[in-house]
């Protein structure tokens, strides 16, 4: 176990904390997870912390839409603390709920560096929950979390998971290289919005953005639930012995990238 200490951000719904957890901790570094309600109090600093995880769930019930109210009370009870963790590099990963949380309080796209709502995360095409493996091409070889990747299986499981954003924003996010995962096919070719490869109708199969710098990550897939090989649908037919998922590497990345350029 190294210093590095990750917070793993959680509020009334969320659901997905443990296993984030769990993962984080198999890669080295310490995680605690912290009701949103000890930052807003200044209970507890956020700056203390070297790395930050809002994991997926239900927030607050999803009243309103998902992430809405999680998304506004971080960005605006202490989105001054986020807004400097975020300029010290320290990495920052939104998972499902996690992901609608960061693009409710502006902290992704974050286009030009920006924060504001810039892009939705609105209802499945099919207007309905989604639980499923999909397929993802990684598509961005800046972001720090998906080094060494280029095509990986993650579960989904949402009902508000369709990326949308305007014609203007999409361009500069495809121009400044911040789409970082997009629905695919088996064979690694893009889904091209079709169902079920593109679980929820996607904009250009978007399931994952980044920040320009590559430090904020949000994808709408569970790299957590993908992290031991044992949980894939497959995993007694699969040929690779390895212990470890492909979501294994996200986390891995980020304590790496902690402990090599955060401490």
Same mark, same amino acid.
């Given at each position: 176990?190294?210093?590095? =200490? ?6 009334? !719904?969320?659901n997905?904390?443990?296993e984030?957890?769990?993962?984080v901790?198999?890669? !080295?570094a =310490? ?9 807003v109090?200044?209970?507890k ?30 960005g ?10 975020a #300029? ?19 902290f ?17 095409? /099919?207007?309905k929950f ?7 091409k990684?598509? /961005? ?5 998906? #080094?060494?990747l ?5 579960p ?6 369709k ?5 203007k924003?999409?361009k ?6 911040q ?16 169902y ?20 904020i990550l949000g ?8 992290f ?23 986390f =891995? ?6 402990i090599?350029?955060?401490?």
């Amino acid at each position: 176990m190294t210093k590095a =200490k990750v917070c793993i951000l959680r509020a009334p !719904g969320t659901n997905c904390d443990l296993e984030t957890k769990f993962a984080v901790e198999q890669c !080295g570094a =310490k995680a605690e997870i912290i009701h949103i309600n000890k930052f807003v109090s200044k209970e507890k600093d956020l700056l203390s912390y070297h790395g930050l995880i809002i994991p997926g769930g239900f927030s607050y019930g999803d009243h309103v839409r998902s992430g809405a109210i999680m998304g506004k009370i971080l960005g605006e009870r202490f989105g001054e603390e986020v807004e400097e963790f975020a #300029k010290q590099n320290k990495p920052i990963l939104g998972i499902c709920n996690g992901f609608q949380v960061l693009i409710e309080s502006g902290f992704l796209p974050a286009i030009e560096n920006k924060r504001e709502v810039q892009a939705s995360l609105c209802k499945n095409d /099919n207007n309905k929950f989604e639980c499923r493996w999909v397929y993802l091409k990684v598509t /961005n070889e800046k972001c720090i979390f998906t #080094k060494g990747l280029s095509f990986v299986r993650f579960p989904v499981a949402h009902a508000e998971g369709k990326f949308i954003t305007s014609e203007k924003n999409l361009k500069k996010l495809k121009a400044s290289k911040q789409v970082v995962f997009q629905y695919a096919l088996q064979d690694q070719s893009l889904a091209e919005r079709r169902y079920p490869f593109n679980p929820n109708g996607s904009l250009e199969d978007i399931a994952g953005i980044c920040n320009p710098e590559g430090t904020i990550l949000g994808l709408m897939p569970h790299p957590e639930r993908a992290f031991l090989r044992i949980t894939y649908p497959d995993w007694s037919r699969a040929k690779s012995k390895n212990e470890f998922g492909e979501g294994y590497h996200i986390f =891995k990345n980020m304590v790496d990238y902690i402990i090599n350029e955060v401490l």
